[in-house]
């Protein structure tokens, strides 16, 4: 599971995460994984404006 989210709603991913996982997800930077060759969301999945931060699993 991968939330792509802008600075606004980063803490809600993480709270939207750990809820549905009962484990803490990891924060990268999007330009970060992009750097990595990763294919990610440039909008936030909650509001459509630019992604900053990528909240994901260690297994994902």
């Known amino acids: ?7 606004e709603h ?3 991913a993480l709270d939207e995460y750990t809820e ?3 484990v803490a997800p ?3 930077l999007r330009v970060q994984l992009e750097r990595e060759g990763k294919e990610v969301a440039t909008q936030c999945s909650y509001c459509q404006k630019e992604s900053f931060y990528v909240v994901k699993g260690n297994a994902d």
Request: charged share 25%; proline share 0%; with cysteine.
């Open 26 to 28: 990891s924060i990268f």
């Open 10 to 12: 980063l803490e809600r």
């Open 20 to 22: 549905e996982h009962e």
């Open 1 to 7: 599971m991968l939330i792509c989210v802008c600075q």
